[in-house]
């Protein structure tokens, strides 16, 4: 997947020299995703040089640095945790893709924590304009209240991160669009909003249709971008199994 990453190489005390040349592109059309995956790594490396990863405006952008610094191991899993992150999304978004358009069904969402990712994910796809109607990031809960229609008393109740307000929120995302299925999603991506009882990547994802409303509850692992990509894949598996 990272086919400009290479001409590395690791001597015996950890340290990082070689070549490596990113792509950026800034056409429209080109996959979001790796773009994002070389940007951070470019951004990543250009900050250990001291240097300033600002934006190129050419189509194209070659770094050569060496470097002295022992950073193989934070680097690696970065990386590693990034490619297995966009694998995985995109094998059940592309299901999800064929399914809705073959079944002649629509979709929903209305996200919290994950702040408009899973939308995002479920439109990257060309033709998605025929299933996808509405996507609401309902991130406060007065929005939650006014524009999906959440009782007050039930916020106040359970709590915005709770088992209650994502069912809610699927089926009230699927009443207001008129869709096939409805998406909820709130959570905990943290590092602040944790409770004795709610910790950092607790969420609820919940998908409902007009039979059945199905949620989970996520106990997840990792940083404030981990924990929404997470969430989001989570959501994505819990609607392919409605399918």
Known sequence: ALSGFHEVSWNHDSTIKGSFPLL?????????????????????????????AGRDSHPALKINLVFKYSIKTNLVKRLKKDIICLKNMQNPAKKIHKALIKNNKTIAVAESCTG?????????????SKYFLLGVAAYNNR??????????????????????????????????????FGIGITGIAGPSGETPYKPVGTVFIAAANNKETICKK???????SSVRKQAAFNSLELLKSFL
């Not at 209240?145 to 994502?166: H, M, Q, W």
């Open 24 to 52: 950026l592109r800034n056409s429209i059309d080109y996959n979001y995703r790796l773009w994002n995956i070389a940007r951070s790594v470019r951004r990543y490396l250009c900050g250990l040089a001291g240097l300033t």
């Open 116 to 128: 408009g990712l899973l939308s995002k994910i479920l439109t990257d796809n060309s033709g998605s």
């Open 143 to 180: 929005v939650k209240i006014k524009t999906l229609g959440i009782p007050r008393r039930l916020i106040k109740k359970r709590g915005a991160v709770s088992k209650d307000v994502a069912r809610k929120m699927a089926e009230s995302i699927r009443r207001i669009a008129k869709a096939d």
């Open 218 to 224: 996520l106990l997840l692992r990792g940083n404030r």
